[in-house]
């Protein structure tokens, strides 16, 4: 299964536009989060709106699986805790978004809200109990926030990770968590935009303004992983431990050279 990942995309209609050109190469599209900006002059609703569409042109071409982040909440729950309403309204269209778990060919995929106090905290930690029981083999998980003291979790200055993720990956020890959120994390010292817990391999793309965005191409029969982005390309092989520093990418693998057109951007 090749899979893209991608976050953090803040309204950018031109890496929405991107995502759409190329998302008939993948079998899977993972948006972790944080679709629309907070701080855009386009309000909320628009912004919703005009997404939504966005996320039907990718459907139409292969399997869109997307997570809320802290800028897509756009209403509360009984709570009083902000959550995203909009993307519940997807679930009837094939698209796995916030509190659900499909399984594809043999990994199961879990998509996990950002949570904004106890109530929707302890509503993830129900949501992946649950799940657990549908584990067979594979395990992802879609969850905006990076687990806290990670590397990918890291913006030059101090971590903004998830305590709560930190536990749940030791109690369930998925294979992969797809994060965003930190946008620094892989261009500072001492960030990145990969780690491991355990056997937990976690990404983060990282974000920066411009198009195409940062993104990671995963084959997951290969076990491999190509992180592409402005400030260079690199590649771990999750079958092997992670080991730093992260080496650029000298060539690409056969399995993303030998495949369709590739969505590779220029390196500069
Ligand atoms: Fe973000």
Known sequence: MRLLL???????????????????DFDVVVMAGDHLELASLVDGRTQATVIRKYFDLIRAKTELLICSGNHDL????????????????????????????????????????????PVSKAEIGQQLRKAADDRESRWIWIYHAPPSKSPIAWSGQRYFGDDALVHWIDEYQPDIVMCGHVHEAPYVANGSWVDRIGETWLFNTGHYLGSPPAHIIMDTDEQEAVWFSAAGTQHVSLKEELTRPIPNLQALPDWLKDGDPSPVPHQG
């Open 6 to 24: 991608v976050s953090d995309l803040h309204y950018s209609l031109q890496s929405f536009d991107w995502v759409v050109e190329v998302a008939d």
């Open 74 to 117: 756009d209403s509360k729950n009984e709570a009083g805790e902000g959550m995203a309403q909009w993307l519940l309204g997807r679930r009837n269209d094939g698209i796995l978004s916030d509190g659900e778990s499909m399984r594809i060919d043999d990994i199961l995929f879990t998509a996990c809200p950002w949570w904004d106090g």
